[in-house]
Structure formats: C-alpha cells, structure tokens
Nanobody
C-alpha cells in the first residue's frame, strides 16, 4: 500500500556533498517516523538519521554535524543532506517509514565516497 522511492545517490569525492530524497506514496498515517539507514558491505544496517512527523530528529553519532534530515509532511517526503562526506559513509542508503503498526522500506540508493 505504501511505497518509498529514493533518489540522489551517486559517487562523490571525500569532503563533498550529496542530497538524498525519499518520497512516500499511498496511505500515510501519522504519527510516523521517516528515516535513513545505511548498509555497507560486510556490515549490519544502521540508523543514520530519523525524523518524526512532529519534527523531532535523531542522528547517529558518526554523522552529527555533517548530515541534516528534514521532511515535508505535505509531500510525504524526507530528505538527507550529507556534507563533508567521508569514505566511511559509503553504503547503500535505505529510506524507511515506520508507523504505529506498519513499517516500509525503499529499494535503496548507492552512495559512494572516494578518497
């Protein structure tokens, strides 16, 4: 019923910036949390940042000060602005939408940071 579509991934140099976008379509109920997770080769998926429908945010320590998550509730879209990128940020980034009784995931978008 709910589908998430990520966009904005790509290849960037260390120190560069990249912006990700995720648009949710379908029946979106609130309250909910939209967020970004990432999974690097050989590693477990980890939370990068999350934002509630009320605007509260949470970031992984590794990205604090570099990444900014935001959302547009009218468009059911969440964004992740990534600055000062590091090679360690290389991963597949997944968008998620979590409601009270539901959870949805996007297909993932590759972010590669070269040195």
């Amino acid at each position: 019923q709910v589908q998430l579509l990520e966009s904005g991934g790509g290849l960037v140099q260390a120190g560069g910036s990249l912006g990700l976008s995720c648009a949710a379509s379908g029946s979106i109920f609130r309250p909910n949390v939209m967020g970004w997770y990432r999974q690097a080769p050989g590693k477990q998926r980890e939370l990068v940042a999350a934002i509630t429908s009320g605007g509260n945010t949470n970031y992984a320590d590794s990205v604090k000060g570099r990444f900014t998550i935001s959302r547009d509730n009218a468009k059911n879209t969440v964004y992740l602005q990534m600055n000062s990128l590091k090679p360690e940020d290389t991963a597949v980034y997944y968008c998620s939408l979590k409601g009270i009784k539901s959870e949805y995931w996007g297909q993932g978008t590759q972010v590669t940071v070269s040195s």
